[in-house]
C-alpha cells in the first residue's frame, strides 16, 4: 500500500476568538473607561454624604384660633300636630313634605257634633238669663212687702205703748215683718245661685266655641311638614296619634361639643362679641354655610368632658337638613404675624417638636420648637423660628445636626416641588 504524504492546508483557518476590529473596539472602550474614573462628570460626581431634601419657609401671616369639630343639625322648633277635638278628618290641605306658613290650614274635622252641643248650652245660656230675671223681680216684690210690713209692724208697736192695740196684734205684725225680711234674703241668695249658674252655662257655651276653633288646625310654625300619619276619613281623638311633625329649617340650629378645657376661652372671647361658626355638610362638593354662636349649655357633660354649644344658621337655601352631621369650624379670634410652616416639617423627639433648619452653608440643625394650633396643612410656631427661615418638609429620616443637604425645591410658598438641582 502506497502511503499519501500528508499535505497542509495551505487556507488561513478563521480563529474562533475576538476579531481585530472587536479587540480595537474593546481596546477603546478600555481606555474611555480609564479616562472616564479619572475625570467624573459634573452630574456623576455628587457627594454621596449630602442628602436630597424639600424645604418650604418660615412664613408670617394673620392665622385664625378656630375650633374644629363634628356637629349635628337639629331644627330650631319642631311641633308634633294633634288633634285637639274628637271627631273625623274632612280634609287635608298640604302634601307630605311640603313647606308651609304659620297660619296655613293642614286639617279640617267635622264640627257638626260641636256646633249641636254649642247650640245647647247657648240654650241653657238663655235659660240661666230667664231665671236670673225672675228672681230678681222677685226680690224686688218682697223687698217692697217686707218695706210694708214693717212700718206695720213699727205702728201697732206704737199703739201697743199707747194701749190702743192688744199684745197680740202688735207681736203679729212684728212677726209678719221678720218673715218678709227673711223672703228677701232668700230671694238675694236665688239671685246669686241664677248668676253663677248663667256663669257656668256661658263658659260651657264658650268652650264649645273654643273646641270649635280647634276643628281647623293650622301650621303653628314656618317650616317643612313630614308625612301625613293620619288621612281624611280617620277618626282621631283627642291628643292621640300624631297627625304629622313640622320642622323648622329657617333659620336652623347646629348642635356640637367642645372640650371643657376651651370653655373659658370661648366665653371670654363670646362676651367681647358674636362668634362666626361655620359648618360644611359631608359632601366633599358641599358649600359652608355661616352662622353664629346662639347657646352654650349651662352644665359640662362629666362622662365627655365637653360641653354642648349650638350655632343658628340662616339656611336661606336650605342646604342644611335635620339630622345631618356636618363639620363645624367655630371662629374664636385671629391671631396676627403669627409664624407657621407646613405640618410636615414638625417632627416629634423626646425632647418634644423640632425641626430641621437649613443654614447657609446648606448644612442643617435641629430646632426645638414650641406648636399651636393647626391651621388647614399648616402649624403655628409659638417659638424657636424666625419669618423667612428654610425649614426641610421632606427627607427627614436620613438627617442629623450637621448633614449637608441638596435643595430639591423652593417655590416660595411652602409647597414641595420636587425639582432636580445642583448643590447649593
Known amino acids: 500500500m502506497t502511503k499519501v504524504p500528508f499535505e497542509k492546508d495551505s487556507r488561513p483557518r478563521q480563529k474562533s476568538g475576538f476579531g481585530p476590529a472587536l479587540l480595537a473596539l474593546a481596546g477603546a472602550a478600555t481606555l474611555l473607561t480609564g479616562c472616564g474614573a479619572g475625570s467624573p462628570g459634573p452630574r456623576m460626581g455628587r457627594d454621596p454624604d449630602v442628602v ?32 285637639q277635638v274628637a271627631g273625623q278628618i274632612l280634609s287635608v290641605a298640604f302634601e307630605s313634605g311640603a313647606y308651609v306658613k304659620k297660619g296655613d290650614l293642614l286639617f279640617e274635622i267635622d264640627r257638626r257634633p260641636l256646633e249641636a252641643q254649642l247650640r245647647e248650652a247657648e240654650g241653657n245660656v238663655a235659660k240661666s238669663k230667664a231665671q236670673m230675671g225672675q228672681a230678681q223681680a222677685t226680690l224686688q216684690r218682697d223687698m217692697a ?29 212684728a212677726s209678719n215683718a221678720d218673715a218678709t225680711g227673711q223672703a228677701v234674703n232668700a230671694d238675694l241668695a236665688s239671685i246669686e245661685s241664677a248668676k253663677a249658674d248663667l256663669e257656668a252655662q256661658t263658659a260651657t257655651a264658650e268652650n264649645i266655641r273654643v273646641q270649635l276653633g280647634y ?23 283627642v291628643n292621640g296619634t300624631d297627625l304629622t311633625t313640622i320642622n323648622q329649617v329657617q333659620p336652623i340650629d347646629v348642635a356640637f361639643s367642645v372640650p371643657e378645657a376651651r370653655l373659658d376661652e370661648v366665653k371670654r372671647y363670646m362676651a367681647a362679641g358674636r362668634l362666626v361658626v361655620t359648618a360644611v355638610p359631608q359632601d366633599v362638593t358641599a358649600q359652608p354655610e355661616s352662622g353664629v354662636l346662639s347657646f352654650i349649655d349651662n352644665t359640662v357633660d362629666v362622662t365627655t368632658g365637653t360641653i354642648k354649644l349650638k350655632g343658628t344658621f340662616p339656611n336661606t337655601d336650605h342646604r342644611l337638613w335635620p339630622g345631618q352631621f356636618v363639620r363645624v369650624t367655630l371662629l374664636l379670634t385671629t391671631q396676627p404675624h403669627a409664624l407657621v410652616v407646613p405640618n410636615q416639617a414638625v417632627q416629634t423627639g ?33 417659638s424657636g423660628l424666625r419669618a423667612g427661615e428654610t425649614v426641610v418638609t421632606e427627607g427627614q429620616l436620613r438627617l442629623v445636626p450637621g448633614t449637608k443637604v441638596i435643595v430639591r425645591n423652593t417655590d416660595g410658598g411652602g409647597r414641595a416641588a420636587k425639582l432636580d438641582g445642583g448643590v447649593g
Open 145 to 173: 212687702q217686707a218695706k210694708y210690713a214693717k212700718e206695720q209692724a213699727g205702728r201697732y208697736a206704737s199703739l201697743f205703748k199707747e194701749g190702743i192695740v192688744s199684745k197680740d196684734q202688735a207681736d203679729q205684725y
Open 350 to 382: 423626646q425632647d418634644g417638636s423640632f425641626v430641621f433648619v437649613v443654614k447657609p452653608d446648606q448644612s442643617v440643625e435641629s430646632r426645638t420648637v414650641r406648636t399651636g394650633a393647626r391651621v388647614g396643612q399648616e402649624l403655628v410656631i409659638e
Open 215 to 237: 276643628t281647623k288646625i293650622y301650621s303653628p310654625i314656618d317650616g317643612r311638614t313630614g308625612d301625613i300619619l293620619m288621612h281624611a276619613g280617620n277618626v282621631v281623638a
Open 52 to 83: 436630597p431634601v424639600a424645604v418650604s419657609y418660615v412664613q408670617q401671616k394673620d392665622v385664625p384660633v378656630e375650633i374644629q369639630v363634628i356637629g349635628n343639625v337639629q331644627a330650631s322648633s319642631n311641633v308634633a300636630v294633634k288633634a
